[in-house]
C-alpha cells in the first residue's frame, strides 16, 4: 500500500472515526525500537527510524491530537490569535506538517512568581507546537536511554516523589553534608550552541529545532530575537532543557571514582539527585561536598548557566533541608524510637520527611483567601472550591510524615468555617449556627456541608509510602504492565481514579489500550447524567480525553445537552 494511498484513504475518514488504536501501536513500536537502538549505541539505526517515524503519517495524526485535543492548554492563543480548530481542520493540519517550514515568533506572557518575580512564558502557534510534539516523539526515546538515573524531572514515568525517595534511601543509614542548589534562570540562558552540539542529531532536526530556539517572541507589540534559552511553553523545551543539563551526575560518579584511592572517603556514598533544574548533592564529608560545587559551577559554565546564590546553600543532615516542598531533617532520638543500620543496629537518629513549612502556609494562606471571597456564596459553592485545593496538596504529601500537619490543617480550618459560618448569622447562637452547617455523615462528625457535598479533611487521606521507579527503567522499555501498575500507585492520583485503574486493570474502556504515564484521562459516566445515569462506582469509567470526547458525541448525551442549553 502505497503512503499516498494511505493519506487520502485517511483524509476521507472522520477524526472520530480514525483507528487511534492502530496509530497509538504503530507510533510506540518505532519509539521502542528507537530506545533499544540508542540503548545499545546503534546509532545508524537510531537515525534510520527517526527519520521514519518523521515522515510517518501516523506520528503526525498522534502529535496533532496531543496538542489540539489531549493538551490542558489546548485552546491558549499564539500570535495568530487562533485557540481551537475543528476536527476536519485538525486532519488538513496532520497532512499539511511539514518541519522545513519557518516557525513564527511566540507570543510572551508574564506569570508572577511565588517570590514577587514575574517568569516569562512563550506560545507558540498551533502549527508550531504540533511539529514540537512531533520532534518530541522522535527525539525522547533516544534520550531516554541515555538519561542518567537519578534525574526525574520533567521526564515520562519519573516524578518528584522519585527524587524524594532517592534522597531517603541515601541518607536513612548515614548522615551527610547537604548540598542544596538551583539553577538561575535555567531555561533563559542555555547555550544554544552547546546545546545544538550535544543534541548531535540530523541535520533536518538540527535545522527546525534551531530554527524554534532563534525564533523569538512577541510582547506588548514588539518583537525580540532570541539568542539563547529554550522558551518557556513550548512542548519540546522541557526535553531540551533536560539533554543540555544531561552529564552533571556523571561528572559528580567521576568525582566519587578519583575518591576511590583515600579510603577515609567513601565514593558510594557521595549521591547525585536532580529534579529539572534543583539538584542535591549528598557526601558525610564537607570537603567532598565543597569540591562537588565547584565542579558544578565549571560543568555549568560550559552551558552558559550558573548556581542562584540566593537558593543555594550547603547544610547538614540533622538541621533539615527543603527540597520539592518537603522539608528532609534527621531528627536525634532515643534507642527505642530510632532508625536502625543495614545490620540491625540503632543509629540514634530518625529520618523524617515532612511538608515544607513555608508550603504549609501557603496553602493555609490560599483556603483562607478562598474562604473570606465566598463570605456570601452558598455552603455547596463554597465546598465545591475547596475540595480540589485540599485533595491535591493532601494527596501530593501523602508519602511523607503528615499526619501531624493535616490534623493542624484541619482543625484551623475548622476554626475558619466556624467563624465563616458564625458570620452569616450574627443574630443566631452558636449551637443553631453549627447544627445548621455541620452534620453527622456516616462515623465522621462535624462535617462541613450536607449529603449531597461535603468538605473533605486532611486526615482522612491515608499515609502510604512511595515506591521509588527502578534504577533506569524506562516506559519505552515495552514493560507495560510494570508502568500500568505504577500508575495506579501514584501519592497525586486521587482515590475514585485508582480504583477504576485497578477495575479496569489500567486500560481505557473506549479504546481497550494500556494506560501510559503522560496520557490524559477523565471520569466518564457509562449512562450519561442527563440520560437518568447515576453517580455511583458502578456508573463510572476511566477513559483518556480523546476516547472520552468520542464517546460523547456517540451517547446522545451531547445533543440533549445543546437541546436543553437553547430551551
Known sequence: MSKTYL???LNNVEWSQINWRKVERSVFKLQQRIFQASRDGNIKLVRKLQRTLTRSYYARLLATRQITQDNSGKKTAGIDGIKSISSKQRLILAQNLNLKSKPSPARRILIPKPNGEQRPLSIPVIRDRVCQALVKLVLEPEWEAKFEPNSFGFRPGRSSHDAIEAIFNSIKCKQKTV??????????????????????TSPTLRRVIKAWLKAGWVFEGKRENSDIGTPQGGVISPL????????????ITQLANSLKGDKSKNRTSLTFVRYAD???????????????KAILIDWLDEV?????????????????????????????????????????S??????????????????????????SRHNSSPQKVLVSKLNPIIRGWANYYSSGVSKRTYSKLDHLIWQRLKRWCERRHPKKSVTWVLKKYFKSVGDRNWVFGDKESTLLTYS?????????????????????GYWAGRLGRHPELPTRVSKLLKKQKSKCNHCGLIFRDGDVWEVDHIIPRSLGGTN???????????????????????????????G
Open 460 to 480: 482522612e487521606t491515608p499515609i502510604v509510602r512511595h515506591i521509588k521507579v527502578k534504577g533506569e527503567k524506562s516506559p519505552y522499555d515495552g514493560e507495560l
Open 7 to 9: 493519506v487520502e484513504k
Open 240 to 251: 531540551l532543557a533536560n539533554i543540555a543539563l544531561h552529564g552533571m551526575e556523571n561528572r
Open 346 to 371: 540503632p543509629l540514634g537518629y530518625k529520618t523524617l520527611i515532612k511538608p515544607a513549612q513555608e508550603k504549609v502556609k501557603k496553602h493555609y494562606d490560599k483556603i483562607a483567601d478562598i474562604i
Open 536 to 566: 455511583g462506582d458502578n456508573n463510572l469509567q476511566l477513559l483518556h480525553r480523546h476516547c472520552h470526547d468520542t464517546k460523547t458525541g456517540l451517547d446522545g448525551s451531547l445533543n440533549l445537552r445543546c437541546t436543553h442549553d437553547k
Open 179 to 200: 548540598l542544596d542548589a538551583d539553577i538561575s534562570k535555567c531555561f533563559d540562558r542555555i547555550n544554544h550552541d552547546y546545546l545544538l552540539g550535544k543534541i548531535n
Open 278 to 292: 534543583d539538584f542535591v548533592c549528598l557526601h558525610p564529608d564537607r570537603e567532598v561536598i565543597d569540591r562537588a
Open 304 to 344: 552558559g548557566l550558573e548556581l542562584s546564590e540566593s537558593k543555594t546553600r550547603i547544610s547538614h543532615t540533622s538541621d533539615g533541608f527543603n527540597f520539592l516542598g518537603f522539608n528532609i531533617r534527621q531528627y536525634q532520638v532515643g534507642k527505642y524510637q530510632s532508625g536502625k543500620s543495614t545490620n540491625g
